[in-house]
Every structure is written in C-alpha cells, then in structure tokens.
C-alpha cells in the first residue's frame, strides 16, 4: 500500500463517509460495487485526513517498447473540484493506441503515459457541481471539449484547443481507474443497460469506435435514401455500417478482409465488396448496383474507415458528381490524388476528429435499442493481456475490437 503502514488504515464507511450519498438516479445495486468497504486501492490516512487512491495501470515508457505495470498514488482530495474518478470497466483499443507505440505518433503529454481513450466505468469520486454523477455508469468521450472557447461556443469543440484526450493530454484507460473532467461524461441508464443485457465494458467502445463515425455521417449530412459507402469495416467502419443502415441509407461495404465484410453483410450492408479490385472496376460495379436498385448515381456519402493510404485512394477514386468524403480513419503515410476532382464534381472532403459529447446518449439510445449490435464486433480480454492484445491487433490478427477489461487483483 502506499502509505507507511503505522499512519495507514483501511478506508471504510465506519471512518465516514468522505464521499457523500450517491445522488445518481438511474442506479441500482448496492454501494458494494464501489468497493467502500473493501477497495484495496483505498486508503485513509487520520492524522491528515486525506484519502489517497492506488491507481495500477499499463503505461507506456517508450516507442516499440512493451507496456509496463505501474501504480499511481493520488490525493482525492487535492483534486480539482472539475474533475471525477472513473473506476474503469473497460478500456477499448484503437489504431490511435498502435500509432502511438508503433506508428511514431507522439502523444501529447510526455512520456510514461497511460494510454486508452475508449473507456467506460462507474464514477467513484465525484464533489461539488459533479457530485450527482457520483455511482453513475458513465461513457467518457474521447475527445472533452473546454465547452467555453470561441470554437465550443460556435459549435466547432472538435478544434477546441483545450479539449482533455485520456490517454494522450493525461493519463488513460488501460487503468484501475481513470481522472476525467465531469463535463461531457455520458451516463448510462441502468435499467436500459440491464434491458440491453450486455456489460457496461462492453459500451466502452461508445466512447470513440460508434461515436466517431456517428459525427462523421452528422457531417455528411446523410439522408435516408442516400448511398453510404465504407472503405475498412473494421474497429470503426463496421459500426459506421450500422448506423448509417439505421437511418435508411443504403450502404456499400469494402474491405480487404473477406471475413470483415461477412461480418457485416448480416448488419446492415447492402452490398459488400473487395476492396482489393481495380478502383475503376470497383466505381463502375457500384454505379450498376446503384441503377438497378433506383438509387441516386450523385451525392454518394463515402466514408474512409480504413486509415490505410490504398483505402484513402479508394475513397478518393470513387468520388462522383456532389460527393462527400468523410475522412475518418488515420494514417500518417501520404497519397496522390487530383484534388481537382473535388472542383470538376463540385465535392467535399472533410475531416472527423472525434464526436462532441452533446451526440453521445443519442449514439448511446442507438446500441442499448439494438440499431446498433455490438457483439459481433467486440472482443473482451483481461487487460494482464494488454501487450499481447497491442501486438495481434498491430499484426492484424484480430478480427473484433478488442476491449480490455481491468483484472489487476
Ligand atoms: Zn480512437
Ligand atoms: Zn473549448
């Protein structure tokens, strides 16, 4: 533990209560599950009155270098009044995660770093304006936007110049438990949850993989009716399937993995396709799909989940007349294009960083229904795993998102 052990003892309710009432109305169970009585990661200190919480996590201290078992030790109560303790119930891992430990992407905050921005769990210290947060099962965006500057106040929190990404401006998920700001913090409905059936770790994949391209086919401005076309129906793209199949598009799969596109031909795509053929040949057996089911040859909403440069030249090369292409997965290699394509078609082109928190119950409501199915596409591992989960997922080996879920006891 992390107090010398003649000033430590066990933090418990007879101590008092240093939290205050769960004020959370959506919860059940009892106050067990936070562990009051039996949190091995808590300790109270009387002669000083502080209450300190061991955090063991998996950092990362070096590129390429295998992620290493750490413990932290914070002050609850030097804590900033904005932010809340988040006792993860899972963590997922995204291409963003690889970037940084393989792909030469630096992070923002400074080396060793918690990485994991894919994160759900139940709020286990919460004051002031964020007290009625405490208990509650919450999905944290990956992407927390100030909710203050010029660029919130106009909308654009994306560029919000001081947004809070776990697990690149601070410490993440692939933890015990995780520091966020309050703000922005999706609760999750306990009876809805219950009703779902599945594990609020699972629902940790909200937080980026669903949410993303859910902002990405806001961007769009997908219309029921419309063509949507995903380029990599993996971690991302099979969830932007989904969705866009949810609001009456029809939609078109690519993938290079044909047991991707089986995946995804029983939710929600259309027509599923290799991406592996001539892009000429790909443009022109879409045209054909799209005249002989009476959908528009123009405006097509063509997404690039892949983050792969031959995904990207794909996207690009199936650009028609009042196109839009939403660029949503990332890759730090370049392509070549004629950008004056855009012009000759009158298309647009447009980035998605993430998805404002104000979207997520909607993306929430949209998995705890059913429009939305996650199982097939997630993978639980405990997180001991955590280097061996990073290194399949780097080698291509799996098949669903991995989401790791914390076993440090
Ligand atoms: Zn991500
Ligand atoms: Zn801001």
């Not at 290194?391 to 989401?403: D, G, M």
């Amino acid at each position: 533990m992390l107090l010398p052990r003649e000033t430590q003892g066990k933090y418990t309710a007879e101590g008092g209560c240093f939290f205050g009432p769960r004020l959370c109305t959506g919860g059940g169970g009892s106050d067990d599950w936070f562990g009051w009585h039996s949190h091995p990661s808590l300790t109270f200190n009387p002669k000083v009155q502080q209450v300190k919480l061991q955090i063991r996590c998996w950092q990362m201290v070096a590129p390429g270098e295998p992620l290493e078992l750490s413990t932290r030790d914070v002050d609850l109560d030097d804590l900033n009044p904005e932010t809340v303790v988040v006792e993860v119930a899972g963590c997922g891992v995204c291409h963003t995660d690889l970037g940084f430990l393989f792909g030469g992407v630096q992070t923002r905050h400074a080396l060793p770093l918690v990485l994991g921005h894919e994160i759900s769990g139940k709020v286990v210290h919460a004051t002031g304006a964020n007290a009625e947060l405490l208990g509650c099962s919450v999905v944290v965006p990956a992407v927390i936007p100030c909710g203050q500057c010029k660029p919130c106040r106009a909308g654009r929190g994306a560029v919000c110049p001081k947004q809070f990404f776990p697990g690149n401006d601070d410490h993440g998920g692939f933890s015990s438990h995780v520091l966020v700001p309050g703000r922005g913090l999706c609760v999750v409905d306990e009876e809805a949850l219950t009703a779902w059936g599945g594990a609020l770790s699972a629902l940790s994949v909200v937080a980026d993989a669903v949410t993303t391209p859910y902002q990405a086919i806001l961007n769009s401005d997908l219309k029921p009716g419309d063509v949507a076309v995903f380029i990599g129906v993996g971690g991302v793209g099979s969830f932007g399937v989904q969705l866009a199949s949810a609001q009456g598009a029809h939609v078109v799969a690519l993938d290079v993995d044909s047991g991707r596109l089986e995946q995804v031909a029983g939710s929600g795509a259309d027509l599923c396709l290799s991406a592996l053929g001539e892009h000429r040949e790909i443009k022109r057996t879409l045209r054909l799909w799209a005249k002989e089911g009476g959908y528009s040859q123009t405006g097509w909403k063509i997404f690039e989940t892949s983050g792969h440069p031959d995904g990207q030249a794909l996207a690009f090369a199936l650009l028609g007349y009042d196109a839009h292409l939403a660029v949503v997965g990332y890759t730090r290699e370049k392509i070549s294009v004629r950008l004056s394509n855009l012009m000759a078609f009158d298309a647009t082109m447009r980035g998605t960083w993430g998805c404002l928190p104000e979207h997520y119950p909607a993306v929430l409501d949209e998995v705890l229904s059913g429009a939305v199915d996650l199982g097939p596409f997630v993978e639980v591992r405990p997180m001991s795993e955590i280097n061996e989960v990073f290194r399949e997922l780097h080698e291509h080996k799996l098949k669903r998102r991995p989401v790791l879920v914390p076993d440090f006891n």
